[in-house]
Nanobody, 124 residues
Framework: QVQLVESGGGSVQAGGSLRLSCAAS????????TGWFRQAPGKEREFVAA????????YYAGSVKGRFFISRDNAKNTVYLQMNSLKPEDTAIYYC?????????????????WGQGTQVTVSS
């Protein structure tokens, strides 16, 4: 079983940057694909980005491609989401997730373990 804890959320003005971290515990974390999802008020949870267990070529949602960058450090059991050029529509609770899945599987059901989420607020 993998446990995930997100950090790094906060409030920022449009155009700013934030870096989210996801600290994992559990021996098998390095064998899991890891993804970031987000959920805005009144909306469904949506896929943002994912990376394989080996840190290979990531996969991104079209709405964040070129602005957000996912990376992982298996030695530290940590996954990061660097968010640049933030927009008000990026405001949401951001969740880290892990699962034995292909990173192109963007559904929430593809992931087995979830963090508690961290709030990101972007003001105009």
């Amino acid at each position: 079983q993998v446990q995930l804890v997100e950090s790094g959320g906060g409030s920022v003005q449009a155009g700013g940057s934030l870096r989210l971290s996801c600290a994992a515990s559990g021996r098998s974390f390095s064998s899991y694909a890891t993804g970031w999802f987000r959920q805005a008020p009144g909306k469904e949870r949506e896929f943002v980005a994912a990376i394989t267990w080996s840190g290979g070529t990531p996969y991104y949602a079209g709405s964040v491609k070129g602005r957000f960058f996912i990376s992982r450090d298996n030695a530290k059991n940590t996954v990061y989401l660097q968010m640049n050029s933030l927009k008000p529509e990026d405001t949401a609770i951001y969740y880290c997730a892990a699962g034995r899945t292909f990173i192109t599987n963007t559904g929430v059901d593809s992931y087995d373990a979830w963090g508690q989420g961290t709030q990101v607020t972007v003001s105009s």
